[in-house]
C-alpha cells in the first residue's frame, strides 16, 4: 500500500501526546513527515540533539530545524554540554534531554525505531544470555501495565528498514547520515551488516522468531513487574530501596532470578546475567553485614532483616523509608 507507513503512524499516535526525538536521520526525518501529515495534533514539539561529534551533528540539528520550521512545528534543539566517548554517554545525554521536554510538555517521546532496530538488540541479548528483561528490549516500554504507563512510544516498532526507506524516497525525505553507522569498531554496526544478514540468509524464520522471542518476554517482564509492585512490600530509601528478607525467603534460585532485576530496577539498577547470578546466591546466603558491589556503580547491603540495593555513594539515613511500589 503507498501510504501504509503514513496509517501506520497515525494509528500508533492516535490520542497520544507526543515530542517527537528527530535526529536528523533517514528513519527520523521519515516519522517526523509522516506525523506531520497523518497524526498532527499528537505531536506537542519536535526536538533534536547535536551529540558535538562532528560537521554531520550540526548539519542534522540545522535541517531538523529547517523541516519543522517549513511544516510550522515547534522544534526544541540542544547540543551536548561535553562530548561523550561511548555510545553509552551519548544515549544518556540525548535521554536527559528528551525527558526533560516531555515532561515540560506532560508528553511521550516517540522515537523512530523499527522493526529491525529491535531484531538488532534481541540478537544482541541472545549472544549475552540475557534474561526477560534484556530480551524484551525496546518491547518493554510498550509492555508496562497502566499503572507503569510507557514514557516512549514507538509509531515505527511495525515497519521495517525497508519500508521506511521507500517511504522517504517515495516522499523525497531529506535527511543526514550519520558516519558512525559505518563504523566497524560498534558492535551493533558489524550485527546489522555482518553477522544478522548472514544468520538470516541461512535460516529465513530466525527474524520472526527473535521478534516472538522478545515479545514474549516483554509479557513476561510486564507480569514480574506487576508482581513485585503487588506482592513485594519495597521500602523507598533516599538512593535505593530495600525489601524485607522474608519478603524472598520462599523463593527457589530460579524465581529470584526472575524478581531481582525488577527489584534493582527501583533503584535505577541494571542487572546483567552475572549481577542476577552473584545476587541470587547472596540472597541465600542471608548474612547480616555483608555487601555485593553489581555494574553501573550500586551495591546490594544486608542490613538488620532487609536487604538494600542502592548507589555505593549513597548515605542513607536511619529511618528515612516510604513505599517504592510503581516506582
Known sequence: MPDSLGKLVARELRGRRVVLAVSGGRDSMSLLHAAAAHARASIACVTSFDHGTGAHATDALALVRRVAAELDIEMIGA??????????????????????????????????????????PVLMRVMRGSGARGLAALGADASRSAARAPAIVRPLLGAARGDVAAYAARNRVAWVEDPGNARPDHLRNRIRRDLLPALLRAAPSLGPDLLALADRAARLRTEVDCFVDRELALELHYGGVSIARP????????????????????????????????????????RK?????????????????????????????EGALGRASGV
Open 79 to 120: 547540543r551536548a554540554s561535553f562530548q561523550g566517548r561511548t555510545e553509552a554517554e551519548w544515549r544518556a545525554q540525548r535521554w536527559s534531554f528528551l525527558r526533560t521536554v516531555a515532561g515540560e510538555r506532560g508528553a511521550q517521546v516517540a522515537t523512530a525505531h523499527t522493526r529491525d532496530d529491535q531484531l538488532e
Open 247 to 286: 519478603m524472598l525467603r520462599g523463593y527457589d534460585p530460579e524465581s529470584l532470578a526472575l524478581l531481582w532485576p525488577a527489584i534493582a530496577a527501583r533503584a535505577g539498577a541494571t542487572l546483567d546475567r552475572r549481577g542476577t547470578d552473584r545476587l541470587v546466591a547472596f540472597t541465600k546466603q542471608m
Open 289 to 317: 553485614g555483608a555487601r555485593i558491589q553489581l555494574s553501573g556503580g550500586f551495591e546490594v547491603v544486608s542490613h538488620r532483616d532487609a536487604l538494600i540495593v542502592r548507589r555505593e555513594s549513597a548515605e542513607v539515613p
